[in-house]
Each structure stands twice: as structure tokens, then as C-alpha cells.
């Protein structure tokens, strides 16, 4: 099942704060908007123009693997397909 495939998938997203980077699940970052620092705990914006790029092309890649999953998590557009 592509769903664990997709599930897997981590992403590194840079803390503006301590500049380190923290470890996330693409699927679950497709459903917020904030989340939290690893190392300081504050709260990262992942709305920001390099974190939506960012995100949206990983969760591109795992889109031919867990197609279903993406669609359902991803709430800003229809695919293309
Ligand atoms: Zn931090």
C-alpha cells in the first residue's frame, strides 16, 4: 500500500528562531499551518513562500505513490489529474 510509503516520508523544516531543523511527517504537515520546534519549541510558520514550496513538492513525489492519501490530506487544490 502506498499509504505507509507516503506516511514515511519526512521533511526538514529550518526554525526561523534556532536556525535547527526538525524532523516532520509530510502527511502531517500537509494539514497545518504552524508547527512546533524541536529543539527551542516555537512555533515555526509553514505558510511561509519556501515552506509551502517546500512541502508541496515532497508531497508531489509521494503523490504517485500514495495518490489517495495526498488528495484527502491536501486541502488547497484538486489534482491535476
Ligand atoms: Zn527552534
Not at 49 to 66: D, M, W
Amino acid at each position: 500500500m502506498g499509504f505507509s510509503t507516503a506516511d514515511l516520508t519526512l521533511l526538514r523544516i529550518r526554525c526561523d528562531g534556532c536556525k535547527q531543523y526538525t524532523d516532520k511527517l509530510v502527511t502531517l504537515l500537509l494539514r497545518r499551518t504552524t508547527m512546533t520546534c524541536a529543539v527551542c519549541k516555537a512555533s515555526i510558520d509553514l505558510t511561509t513562500p519556501h515552506n509551502v514550496l517546500l512541502i508541496k513538492e515532497t508531497a508531489q513525489s509521494c503523490e504517485r505513490i500514495g495518490a489517495a492519501l495526498i488528495a484527502q490530506a491536501a486541502t488547497e487544490g484538486e489534482p491535476v489529474k
